[in-house]
């Protein structure tokens, strides 16, 4: 088997490359070996579980592509979703800590995005991850969004194409292929399509001037990959099949009218807003009809085999011809060309240099000092240390549970730590994200006994939750000492609490966002960033 030439190519050979799948270990196992062996996949993709050191990662990546030349299969695509914030499956500290989408729109500048990308796409492609699932380019229009939130440069669909296209940009030119999600549109809907199948009730003349503009400019940008949407679209599919299903989507919308001629792929299809209405097997089957050219299942052997048995059974019955594997196999295959993805891996001498160097930390620390945004003061900025001489309170929510698109950072900054060394003594107070009555009574107690409290907020969905938003109503309410609340993630979280005098977002807490932050508040920094969402009120910042 010729690894670029198709001619002498079986069936089945072809068929494994519209293949991207995910396997369960940091080292080579039998469930990918399966697949690269006896179903000659295309790619495979990284998870969390997929993810040790630095050097586990290059070397993994190394065998990976060794075991798939020793079948004389076409270099692999080695995919991961690292988009940043609060998705990165990669975060490990040796690693640049790189700022989530909205972090990025706050800055107002895509340059920044651009620099951002270019750190990250280097890094990656030094530990032999050739395919960022990545940028998010949908638009967060929907302040109950429970998915994409702060995976979204903003609610200005010309906002979120200028970033997308520096992002896409920065991350080819260092050789890893961007990927522009979720067409064609995740930023309206209310459900997470990981749990559930969604749905978009826009007009097409809405849909083509909010949902459909980066996309638009990320394939003006020469877009490696886009991925598709598990949520339906009724202006463009009556018939209440999702976008990944869709003829009329993908073949239809993105193919003919906009002109996309790179490579469709599918968000996986073991997501539930897929497995729960369609069986895994014929799904992967209505993909492709659709118009997709990569078929992503992470996660289940069995599920990937049936899939893959399914395409076949599909071309055998004449569901699907031949010529039309062919087409998504061109398109795989000059991918694979384009970015080199049969390239020598660099020694550890080489790229060992190239992660979280201080040139790149500097960069991220720009970055993050631009993006704090102060919504709303009222003359409580900058804190000042107690004149009694009592501690100021940090409360922090810590998310105990992750999700595919919640990580439980591990390498916190611990904020009351940070402001201490800036000569604003404080300590840090750990409650759960949805704190009990007990909980909120005792915070509250010890917030009576500070100087000053930093309430910092959490949301992981669409809402703040209500415990949270209970415990800082007491707090504004009975504390008559300086309340600073500080969203770290969901921007939104002042919808749910109007009358406070002092917002401010950092749409993430991570180790850079944390120290821009304290630096705001002890004012050895003002804060420039601009919301890149609306709220439900009109606030005015008064410093």
């Not at 290059?58 to 914030?85: N, Y």
């Not at 972090?103 to 990250?120: C, E, F, K, R, V």
């Not at 064609?184 to 749905?199: F, I, K, Q």
């Not at 069986?279 to 009809?289: F, S, Y």
Request: hydrophobic residues 40%.
């Amino acid at each position: 088997m010729s690894s670029m030439n198709t001619d002498q190519w079986t069936l089945e050979q072809k068929i494994g490359q519209l293949f991207v799948c995910g396997f369960h270990d940091i080292v080579p196992d039998a469930q990918v070996e399966t697949l690269i062996a006896d179903y000659q996949i295309g790619g495979v993709i990284y998870f969390r579980r997929n993810i040790g050191t630095p050097q586990q990662i290059h070397q993994l990546s190394i065998e990976l592509q060794q075991q798939a030349h020793h079948q004389g299969l076409p270099p692999l695509l080695i995919a991961i979703d690292q988009e940043g914030g609060m998705v990165s499956r990669i975060d490990q500290e040796e690693l640049s800590l790189i700022p989530g989408n909205m972090s990025l729109g706050a800055t107002g500048d895509p340059a920044w995005t651009a620099a951002a990308s270019s750190i990250s796409a280097r890094e990656l492609r030094a530990l032999g991850i050739n395919v960022n699932f990545a940028p998010c380019v949908d638009v967060n229009n929907n302040p109950r969004n429970p998915v994409i939130g702060v995976r979204s440069y903003s609610e200005k669909p010309d906002i979120v194409a200028a970033h997308g296209v520096a992002a896409i940009t920065a991350m080819q030119e260092q050789g890893v292929a961007a990927t522009a999600k979720h067409f064609p549109g995740h930023g309206d809907t209310e459900v997470d399509s990981h749990y559930g199948l969604a749905s978009v009730l826009h007009d097409v003349q809405r849909l083509e001037q909010i949902e459909l503009l980066p996309f638009r400019a990320a394939i003006t940008a020469d877009t490696d990959l886009i991925m598709s949407a598990h949520v339906i679209f009724p202006a463009f599919e009556p018939d209440s099949i999702p976008a990944t299903l869709s003829h009329r989507v993908l073949t239809g919308l993105l193919r003919q009218q906009l002109g996309f001629d790179g490579v469709i792929v599918t968000d996986c299809l073991e997501m539930h807003a897929i497995a729960k209405h369609f069986p895994i097997p014929e799904a992967t089957v209505m993909a492709l009809e659709a118009g997709a050219d990569l078929l992503l299942v992470s996660h289940t052997l069995q599920e990937q085999i049936a899939a893959i048995e399914a395409v076949r059974h599909a071309v055998e019955q004449g569901r699907i011809s031949e010529q039309r594997i062919d087409e998504s196999v061109t398109r795989i295959l000059q991918l694979k060309a384009r970015r080199q993805m049969d390239r020598q891996p660099m020694s550890e001498q080489e790229w060992l240099p190239l992660l979280g160097n201080e040139q790149s930390a500097d960069v991220l620390r720009a970055i993050a000092a631009r993006s704090i945004t102060v919504v709303k003061d009222d003359h409580q900025l900058p804190l000042q240390p107690a004149a009694d001489g009592k501690q100021g309170l940090v409360i922090w929510p810590q998310l105990s549970r992750r999700t595919e698109v919640a990580e439980a950072v591990g390498h916190d900054r611990n904020l009351a730590e940070v402001l201490t060394s800036l000569g604003l003594p404080a300590e840090r107070l750990i409650i759960g994200t949805e704190p009990d009555a007990e909980e909120r009574l005792v915070t509250l107690q010890k917030a009576q006994q500070s100087g000053f409290v930093v309430q910092v907020t959490y949301t992981s969905t669409g809402q703040l939750p209500a415990e949270q938003a209970q415990l800082t109503q007491c707090l504004h309410e009975q504390l008559r000492v300086p309340l600073i609340v500080v969203s770290m993630r969901n921007p939104y979280d002042l919808n749910e609490l109007p009358e406070l005098r002092t917002y401010i977002c950092t749409y993430e807490n991570r180790k850079y966002a944390v120290e821009a932050l304290a630096a705001v508040l002890a004012g050895t920094e003002t804060a420039t960033g601009k919301l890149p969402v609306s709220l439900n009120a009109d606030y005015t910042v008064q410093i």
